[in-house]
């Protein structure tokens, strides 16, 4: 079955210490991303990779770190949490289309959520 | 950067009536995608537009994106319960030579049986 996992489902922890949120998809798809949202504030995006060693950042990107060491795999890495990351966190990934001239996601499927407290 | 506004934040309908949400993005998009998700679930694909003032349909649920690629639309005919949900538009942004996507704020639709 096609789908996108996350891992852990559900976190909460404390102010600093380091955690990784471990995203994966069966697709062999070469775009990767993840969001998160916020009540009023919708879906930003933290950082993105077109394909392995290949990323950049997105809307919201300072105090996290992401890497793409394969093509499956897309940790997200929060290295001294604060309270202001609380957050829903969403991995999505999708195959590159060629659109307007310049490549760009087809359609992108979420994983579950990862719901993060920081204390 | 990109900006994508979406209108209204919140909607409350009768079933049976219809409903409509709107984007605008600050820039011209390359394409744009349409998202639904139901409470405490995830984001699902509902559809894509690439075409300057293309307009497609599925059963009850019009998708329009507009001639300057720069707003969009759905509507949905004779709302049901199971419409229920946050609907979001997701711009995407080739300008760049790569895609950035812009998510809007998300249309909350209630439902009243």
């Known amino acids: 079955e096609a789908q996108v996992t996350q891992n852990p489902r559900y976190l909460i922890t404390v102010t600093g210490k380091k955690l990784t949120v471990t995203c994966s998809q069966n697709?062999?798809?070469?775009?990767m991303s993840w969001y998160r949202q916020d009540p009023g504030l919708g879906l930003r995006q933290i950082y993105y990779?077109?394909?392995?060693?290949?990323?950049d950042k997105g809307d919201v990107p300072e105090g996290y770190k992401v890497s793409r060491k394969e093509k499956r795999n897309f940790p997200l890495i929060l290295e001294s949490p604060s309270p202001n990351q609380t957050s829903l966190y969403f991995c999505?990934?999708?195959?590159?289309?060629?659109?307007?001239?310049?490549?760009?996601?087809?359609?992108?499927?979420f994983g579950p959520g990862t719901r993060l407290t920081v204390l | 950067g990109q900006q994508v506004m979406q209108i209204p934040q919140y909607q409350h309908v009768q079933e049976g009536e219809d409903f409509t949400t709107y984007c605008n993005s600050s820039?011209?998009?390359?394409?744009i995608q349409w998202y639904k998700q139901r409470p405490g679930g995830h984001p699902v694909f509902l559809i894509q537009?690439?075409?300057?003032?293309e307009v497609k349909k599925q059963k009850r649920l019009t998708f329009q994106f507009g001639e300057a690629k720069k707003n969009s639309s759905l509507h949905i005919t004779a709302t049901q319960t199971t419409d229920v949900g946050t609907y979001f538009c997701?711009?995407?942004?080739?300008?760049?030579?790569?895609?950035?996507?812009?998510f809007g704020i998300g249309t909350k639709l209630q439902v009243i049986p």
């Open positions: 999505a990934s999708s195959y590159l289309a060629r659109t307007s001239g310049a490549w760009g996601t087809d359609t992108q499927y």
């Open positions: 697709m062999n798809h070469e775009y």
């Open positions: 990779s077109m394909n392995v060693e290949v990323t």
């Open positions: 820039t011209t998009l390359s394409n």
């Open positions: 537009l690439v075409k300057s003032g």
């Open positions: 997701a711009g995407g942004d080739g300008s760049g030579g790569y895609q950035k996507v812009t």
